[in-house]
């Protein structure tokens, strides 16, 4: 499965962007998708998560009620929905597939695959 971010870039404090994810592959919608970020000089950390049907998500604290993954396997895509975006949401956002299909999850070692990133900056 290779996979594409993109969407990325520079918004306020306050304003929204929405990043995509095209999982190719013969079988990339049987695979759960997660986003992770990364903020400068910090470790990575997980955003989101979708099982492959779309019926299970998870969210990192933080991003509850601001930000919602979703996807559309018609199209093999992903999608981070983020509002109400603050200056600690910036960093490199990477879409990762995980192949267990059902589960929904935050640990980075559940993901076989990523991608390379988008960079997300937020200003205040």
């Known amino acids: 499965v290779q996979l594409v971010e993109s969407g990325g870039g520079l918004v306020q404090a306050g304003g929204s962007l929405r990043l995509s994810c095209v999982a190719s592959?013969?079988?990339?919608?049987?695979?759960?998708l997660g986003w992770f970020r990364q903020a400068p000089g910090a470790e990575r950390e997980f955003v989101a998560s979708i099982s492959s049907s779309g019926f299970s998500t998870l969210y990192e604290d933080s991003v509850k009620g601001r930000f919602t993954i979703s996807r559309d396997n018609g199209v093999n895509t992903v999608y981070l929905q983020m509002n109400n975006l603050r200056p600690e949401d910036t960093g490199v956002y990477f879409c990762?597939?995980?192949?267990?299909?059902?589960?929904?999850?935050?640990?980075?070692?559940?993901?076989?695959?990523w991608g390379q990133g988008t960079q997300v900056t937020v200003s205040s």
């Open positions: 990762a597939a995980d192949s267990v299909r059902y589960r929904v999850s935050k640990i980075q070692l559940d993901y076989e695959y």
């Open positions: 592959g013969r079988t990339a919608n049987r695979y759960a």
